[in-house]
Nanobody, 124 residues
């Protein structure tokens, strides 16, 4: 079973960039599609982005499309979320997820294993 650890969060000003990392261990990384979700206080967990097992296909929420980029390095067992032009509404705890289901555009994709999350706070 795979374990996930997110890192890279912090407190930043609006308009700047931040890169989150999710390190996987204990599983076969290439067998997992990966995703990012976020949850702000008082709100439900929200889909952000997914990436296929190969890394060649990605899918984004409309709210982050054009600003965020998800990528993976299978040699390093790591998935990334590059966040540009950050807005205060991007503030949330960001979670990494791994799933055997490679249908990353499915509305039902939610992963099987989750990390503990990393806090991103964007000031106005």
């Amino acid at each position: 079973q795979v374990q996930l650890v997110e890192s890279g969060g912090g407190l930043v000003q609006h308009g700047v960039s931040l890169r989150l990392s999710c390190a996987a261990s204990g599983g076969t990384f290439n067998n997992y599609a990966m995703g990012w979700f976020r949850q702000a206080p008082g709100k439900e967990r929200e889909f952000v982005a997914t990436i296929s097992k190969s890394g060649y296909s990605t899918y984004y929420a409309d709210s982050v499309k054009g600003r965020f980029t998800v990528s993976r390095d299978n040699a390093k067992n790591t998935v990334y979320l590059q966040m540009n032009s950050l807005k205060p509404e991007d503030s949330a705890v960001y979670y990494c997820a791994a799933g055997m289901n490679n249908a990353i555009t499915s509305t039902r994709w939610r992963g099987d294993t989750w990390g503990q999350g990393t806090q991103v706070t964007v000031s106005s």
